[in-house]
């Protein structure tokens, strides 16, 4: 059986094996750690619809075209639309437990204050629109019902209401507010949702602006699939042309290809048996670093005879060099960096072996390319020595990148949230008040000790509001003290009698009012677990959750234009546990760990590889002499970088191993090969193979992708440049 059909079974295998096994992971927790919800903004399953229209009828139907398919749509768990009184059974469940939400001061049980409200309930039942508040002060005086009823409907939006529905100030627009299902994930499936919402309004002679942490990140998403696709192609397409023409034909294409596609294979499905799953970011790190495989049928088809024998040696040594580096990632706690690690060791490895098995025969049958054979750098070790000294001081030296170089937000969405801006004030997307605790209650407790500071924010007019659960559910020690402070059935019997007559009521109506005291006296207290139960209420207790360690709650802040006032009020106030989180600040905190984590793990990674260089290349001073220079064009990279303005975040790391990985072969082929002619050559088409792909990517418009590709267009001939000059290669 020849080699080809081999690799075509190889290659059918790997793929079916990769279709029924392999799992896809885009979690956070991969790459922040297992707490990774601690950098994610507060309330992230909800989304905000703006339904524009000049013409009111418009805005309307369609606002309630679009309610309506949000309401019918499974990602979408609550959906409000306008303020929403509770319905009966909530009502009469606030009602028994109104002494446990809002339970009335003593001075609001006195006579005088029991019959002014009786006064008043008589008063308000006279009227159509104050019946239901006017039975209930009459039924219970001390007005306990009435102000729990009124903190309820505070915690709403306070925004006009048309017909029903929320409005902006001035009312061009219709608000929709919806909270997407536990556990929605699929920014595919969110982003279709978006375009059906869009098309419902549109349906209906208006336009649907829609906003949301997960619709943001959809959008963003999407972006950056659309336009990697789009550079891949670019590249895949400039790429194909090149090797093509270097071949000659469709055979020899195929036989530099399958390699590459073997390691890949092996690679996915070696993270699967490790991890379980592949984290999106080994596959995308793991492919383009792993591209490196694909230097290795180049110069195996460049060199002839003796030549190719040893070029097969310096491959295996080039991968198990690049390999140990990256294999030291798998010692990172983060999922993300340890199957990137693995990825591109088994990748490397494979790919290596599969050259080395299927390629013989085909030496010889690439074009040679006109390279210099010899560039001329004077006293070049003391240079080299030079540059890796700067090179650590400028990456000790230098900071990580901020969470806003991570990502650019589509034009769209900028245009959304300028409009929304205008028209409404947001929850902040980047500050929130965190309170922890080691339980519910004590975390309740802190709640309620920050009221009087948000709400002196809120008159101050640096804060629109803050909805938490503290704002209506006190804890149960505070429940059962404020309890025991009121009066007893009897003594309120005997104030309500009186109170009565001085309103002029019936005195029979004083048998009601204790029996309703009494019922409310004798509710059990109300914990974070009962209002789950209850439309309206379960987004409160919905923010406060158990963390592992302790307990935790997250206060969106609506309209905050004050935050360092607002920390510093906090802060001054010395209450345990209560912080305003700078989500902007956390993100980059990890960044930079995340960074730190990446620099530890490669640099054990290159001390490793640096020792298999000096045990397998033979020649430890030209072994040497390969880790300097490439160490030297490594710093020049880095120190180019800098220059540009581009900090050396994960991405850039990353990449930079990488040009290491190109170093390395590199140097192997021009100091050690028995062929200098046709090492020069090989090197060449590598070169110009990886910056093709590359230099396409450094024009990309998304900022991961064009750091990427610069970093390693940069090392390429950084890395190119070192060891075609240096003076210590192997002659013939």
Do not use: K
Not at 24 to 44: L, N, Y
Not at 205 to 229: D, F, N, Y
Not at 426 to 438: C, I
Not at 575 to 584: K, Q
């Amino acid at each position: 059986m020849t080699r080809t059909p081999v690799a075509a079974l190889i290659l059918t295998a790997l793929a079916l094996a990769a279709g029924l096994l392999v799992e896809i992971r885009s979690d956070m927790a991969a790459v922040f750690g297992e707490d990774a919800a601690a950098v994610t903004a507060p309330r992230a399953r909800e989304i905000l619809v703006a339904v524009r229209s000049d013409e009111p009828a418009a805005r309307h139907a369609a606002a309630r075209a679009v309610a309506d398919a949000m309401r019918a749509d499974p990602l979408l768990h609550e959906l409000s639309t306008g303020p929403a009184p509770p319905d009966r059974a909530l009502r009469d469940w606030l009602w028994r437990h109104r002494f446990r939400l809002a339970p009335p001061a003593p001075s609001d049980v006195t006579p005088g204050a029991l019959a002014a409200r009786l006064t008043e309930a008589r008063a308000r039942l006279t009227t159509m629109a104050g019946m239901a508040v006017g039975d209930a002060m009459l039924r219970d005086p001390t007005g306990s019902f009435s102000r729990l009823l009124q903190r309820l409907e505070s915690a709403q939006p306070d925004l006009p209401v048309e017909e029903g529905l929320w409005h902006t100030p001035g009312g061009p627009a219709a608000l929709i507010r919806g909270v997407l299902a536990p556990g929605t994930q699929d920014l595919a499936a969110i982003r279709a949702l978006t375009d059906r919402l869009r098309s419902a309004a549109a349906d209906a002679g208006a336009r649907a602006i829609i906003l949301g942490p997960q619709v943001v990140s959809a959008a963003v998403s999407h972006r950056a699939e659309t336009m990697s696709a789009m550079v891949g192609g670019v590249a895949t397409a400039l790429l194909l042309a090149w090797l093509g023409w270097a071949t000659g034909s469709l055979a020899g294409l195929t036989r530099i290809l399958l390699p590459l596609a073997i390691g890949i294979g092996a690679a996915t499905l070696a993270v699967q048996g490790l991890f379980g799953s592949v984290h999106v970011i080994a596959l995308g790190f793991g492919g383009a670093l792993t591209g490196l495989a694909l230097d290795y049928p180049l110069h195996l088809m460049t060199h002839r005879g003796a030549g190719q024998a040893r070029a097969r040696r310096l491959i295996l040594i080039g991968a198990a060099t690049t390999a140990i580096a990256f294999l030291a990632l798998s010692g990172s706690s983060l999922d993300a960096l340890a199957q990137t690690g693995v990825f591109v060791a088994t990748g490397l490895l494979a790919a290596g072996l599969a050259a080395r098995s299927l390629l013989a025969g085909s030496e010889g049958t690439l074009r040679r390319l006109p390279f210099p054979h010899r560039l001329t750098l004077p006293r070049q070790p003391w240079w080299e020595g030079g540059l890796i000294a700067l090179g650590v001081v400028a990456l000790m030296s230098s900071a990580a990148p901020s969470a806003e170089r991570l990502y650019t937000l589509p034009a769209q969405t900028e245009a959304d949230l300028a409009e929304i801006r205008e028209l409404v004030d947001l929850p902040s997307g980047r500050f929130h008040v965190v309170v922890t605790g080691s339980d519910a209650e004590v975390v309740l407790r802190t709640e309620r000790a920050l009221l009087p500071i948000i709400d002196a924010q809120i008159r101050a007019g640096r804060l629109v509001s803050a909805r938490h659960l503290g704002a209506i559910l006190p804890d149960v020690a505070e429940q059962e003290a404020r309890r025991a402070a009121l009066p007893s059935a009897a003594a309120y019997g005997r104030n309500a009698a009186e109170a009565l007559a001085a309103a002029g009521l019936a005195t029979e109506f004083q048998d009601a009012l204790v029996a309703a005291y009494r019922e409310a006296l004798a509710a059990p207290p109300v914990v974070p677990a009962d209002f789950a139960a209850w439309d309206g209420l379960s987004d409160l207790a919905a923010s406060l959750e158990e963390t592992g360690g302790g307990w935790q709650s997250v206060i969106p802040l609506l309209g905050l234009t004050g935050p360092d006032a607002l920390s510093r009020a906090i802060r001054d106030a010395q209450i345990p546990g209560a912080v305003l989180v700078d989500l902007s600040a956390s993100v980059n905190a990890r960044l930079a760990a995340l960074r730190e984590t990446a620099i530890t793990w490669l640099g054990i990674g290159g001390a490793g590889a640096f020792v298999v260089l000096l045990l397998l290349a033979g020649d430890w001073r030209r072994a040497l002499a390969i880790a300097r220079s490439t160490a030297a064009a490594l710093a020049v990279t880095a120190m180019a970088l800098l220059a540009l303005g581009i900090p050396l975040g994960i991405f850039q790391i990353l990449a930079l191993t990488l040009v290491v990985g190109i170093g390395i072969d590199y140097g192997l082929f021009l100091r050690l090969s028995a062929d200098r002619a046709a090492a020069v050559s090989s090197v060449g088409l590598c070169a110009t193979s990886t910056l093709i792909a590359f230099v396409v990517m450094a024009f990309a418009p998304i900022s991961p992708l064009h750091e990427i590709g610069l970093t390693v267009s940069l090392g390429v001939c950084a890395m190119l440049g070192l060891h075609l000059a240096a003076q210590d290669a192997q002659t013939p």
